[in-house]
């Protein structure tokens, strides 16, 4: 390895919402920033390039990247080598899903979702954590949502691909232990973003009926949590007790409750 290779904080889905806030707050700890968003995204990452320099980032540099590419994993590690730089930090925050019922959903999006929700998390992890554990320093930080905690009849794919997140993610906790590596999973409920318009989500009771957070609020509590090395973190109060009392509920209760918040909402 190069004498002169630095050690970077690598972000996916930099370009909007939570990886935007998150982007914020790792900009403030001074070590490049590599961001990562889709091409159609491209205008909106330098943006936030251009505001992570403004609070300090050592240097910025944008990736324009398709997760759902099995060769996405590939082209970021050349650009990364050619930078000169290694991930110290990786930030998988890149996800979307589709509110819809699975056999009526479109099939290429559920696809989709599993291979940048779960399957380039996975690949991104499995790449740059050996190097981590080699130098006994750095750290994951996994967007996952308070989705992966129970099933999500109404969004079943994405409610599958967050708890696979949360579950690899303690596992990792437990395997990594004593390495000087922490990996800890955010857990966000409804949360103001470009995803709950994408998703379809805006329309739901969901949406209606839950306090919506801010990505911001949201990002700082993940960087916290990130910082304190804690394994699980669930964004806010009210999301913590609204898990609590679905996991209280029996099963069919809760997958009840749960597909009648996915409904959307008869005002207007």
Not at 19 to 28: D, H, I, S, T
Not at 38 to 66: N, S, T, Y
Not at 159 to 188: D, N, Q, Y
């Amino acid at each position: 390895m190069l004498g002169d290779v630095r050690a970077a904080t690598l972000i996916t889905g930099a370009s909007s919402g939570i990886g935007e806030e998150l982007a914020y707050r790792f900009a403030q700890n001074r070590d490049p920033l590599v961001l990562v968003a889709l091409p159609p995204d491209a205008a909106a990452l330098q943006r936030v390039g251009a505001k992570c320099r403004e609070l300090g980032a050592a240097e910025v540099h944008c990736i324009e990247a398709d997760l759902s590419r099995a060769d996405s994993i590939d082209a970021i590690e050349r650009e990364l080598t050619a930078l000169g730089l290694y991930p110290r930090i990786l930030v998988n925050n890149a996800g979307f899903g589709v509110m819809t019922p699975f056999a009526s959903g479109s099939e290429e999006q559920q696809i989709k979702s599993i291979l940048v929700n779960c399957v380039a998390l996975t690949a991104l992890s499995r790449r740059f954590l050996p190097g981590m554990i080699a130098r006994k320093n750095g750290g994951i930080l996994n967007t996952a949502s308070t989705g992966g905690m129970v099933p999500g009849p109404g969004m079943a794919i994405y409610f599958a691909t967050k708890a696979f997140v949360i579950s690899l993610t303690e596992a990792l906790e437990h395997e990594l232990r004593g390495t000087g590596v922490s990996v800890t999973a955010l857990c966000p409920g409804p949360t103001v973003t470009a995803f709950l318009e994408r998703s379809g989500m805006t329309n739901s009771q969901m949406f209606v009926s839950m306090k919506a957070m801010t990505a911001s609020e949201v990002a700082e509590i993940g960087y916290r949590a990130f910082q304190r090395r804690k394994t699980v973190q669930i964004a806010g109060v009210r999301n913590w007790f609204a898990m609590l009392g679905l996991r209280l509920m029996p099963r069919r209760m809760r997958l009840n409750t749960i597909w009648k918040l996915h409904q959307p909402t008869t005002a207007g």
